[in-house]
């Protein structure tokens, strides 16, 4: 079970972290990532982590803005959110890949999936 927190009303320029806590003992060997989702648009990735967080890998569109590190002692993937845009906006879920040791882009490679967190950038 994954559970992701840290969203909320930011205004352009600004900054956020999101967090997202798993359950059980096996955290520490699965790559995760981050997804966002706006209204009317296809869930994309993000960013993501191998298990051991020594591989990440970004989309783009936030390279040098957004970070994606872990903490593989307290089960907690995080999203570090700078210079955050009103395209940012979106629902942002955590998820994780048990059959891969580097971070991958395509959502279907994820099997559990957090509940998501909303992220609203103001201009």
């Known amino acids: 079970q994954l559970q992701a927190s840290g969203g909320g009303l930011v205004q352009a320029g600004g900054s956020l972290i999101l967090s997202c806590v798993a359950s059980g003992s096996t955290f520490s060997r699965y790559a995760m990532g981050w997804f966002h989702q706006a209204p009317g648009t296809e869930r994309e990735f993000v960013a993501g982590?191998?298990?051991?967080?020594?591989?990440?890998s970004s989309a783009v569109s936030v390279k040098g803005r957004f970070t994606i590190s872990r903490d593989n002692a307290k089960n907690t993937v995080y999203l570090k959110m700078d210079v955050l845009k009103p395209e940012d906006t979106a629902v942002y879920y955590c998820?994780?890949?048990?059959?891969?040791?580097?971070?991958?882009?395509?959502?279907?490679?994820?099997?559990?999936w957090g509940q998501g967190t909303l992220v609203t950038v103001s201009s």
């Open positions: 998820a994780a890949d048990p059959r891969s040791i580097v971070p991958r882009p395509d959502r279907s490679d994820y099997q559990f």
């Open positions: 982590i191998s298990p051991g967080g020594t591989s990440t």
